[in-house]
């Protein structure tokens, strides 16, 4: 089984896995979970998990002393906890850690000076923190602000906030962690979680051995079962279970400084059923919402392109394409400025009997003083353009278009012939704030192709 998972919660090192811990660990990785932070919640604990992230590859650790036990945290808790992240170098993180005020075991006024302080020495350790909150949201999120996590971030363990305290935890540099409850009926305020935010501010976890999914529920929970958490949020979220591998994956590498991050410069990426390609980092704009300007990663892919790729490295990147519904030429940058590159590409694509798309700014015809739409008849099915405008000014304004006021009317000029070229032909616009979506959606309609809204910030 391919590396699909990182399991980011789980408690393995207590006693309900002595008697099969080595088949626990064959079923995850037969699961396609290729790593899991054993997670800490007293000083046993705590010590046992860094332990065990010592002894074995693909586990590492957090440290920390759950809400329950605050009421018996002493100067010598902290000190202890300082010094097993001096002594081990798998700790990833302080936790869990955080309040509870669902079961009230340790008076609340000393939960919450235990979490403050656990944050503090987190900063000072540069570590991000895995928070327990539960039903004590408010307070979780004031003492966050507070406390200046954000300097280090960290993730909401299981969460059971609605989806506004989510986008206040994204906010803050927060991710979300989906738990295995997701597969329950009764799920419906964090399957809207799951679908109002960003796929890349999620983990998965398992918090095993407890809340095991659908079907094993009832049963110990372990790690092997993080797959059918990532199974609902793809179903929830349109995407593969691939998709949500690699990109909750790379959320946790990045998160808690584990394994390695992709290799930069890929040309040929799946995502869902299609398969993209990514010839060239140059655009004819620069648009002011592009998201390539701050992380040149889309759905777990690392765009950047050290050299624009040949025909025979196009070729060989794509490689069997049979199984994908369509090749998408896209990526991070302009791909009809690589005009015949991408002719030759499509047309060997059609003669596999694919379906071909070009997501594009529509300014080709500019840019070659000429009209390149009938070059393309026969070759591509579908042709997306990025009109993202009503009017000129507002074009000039977002895409920072460099042909001025023609630049907009080229864009509309294209989308106006090529439907005589290809058949199927969309407009599309991303919902930027103070955009007047409706206005784009009508100019649409007039220019006589599809309208299709692109959301803000999110790519892929
Ligand atoms: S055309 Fe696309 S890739 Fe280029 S700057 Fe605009 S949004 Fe980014």
Redo the contacts with the bound molecule.
Sequence with gaps: MQNLLIDTHAHIYGPEYEDDFDAMMSRAAEAGVFHIVAVGADIPSSRAAAALAASRDGISCAVGIHPHDAAGVTDDCYNIIRQLVTECDKVVAIGEIGLDFYRDRSPRHLQEEVFRRFIRLARELTLPIIVHDRDAHDRIMQILVEERASEVGGVLHCFSGDLEMAKRCVDLGFLVSIPGTITYPKSDQLQQVVKGIKIEQMLVETDAPYLTPVPHRGTRNEPAYVRLTAERVAALKGLSLEDVGRITSLNAQRLFGIGVEPESGIIAYRIRNALYLNIT?R?????S?????TDFTVKGHKLLLDHEPTYPEVMDAIGDPTGCDEVVFC????PLLRLDLLKDVARDLKAMGMKTRI?T?GQANIVYGRNILPELAGLIDTVSV?LNAADADTYSRL?STPFGADGFAAVCDFLREAPAHIPHVVASA?TVPGLDIEAVARLARELGVEFRVREYAEVG
């Design positions: 980092n655009c004819s704009n620069r648009c919402f592009c998201a390539k300007f990526g991070y940058g302009e997501n700014d990025s895409c991303v």
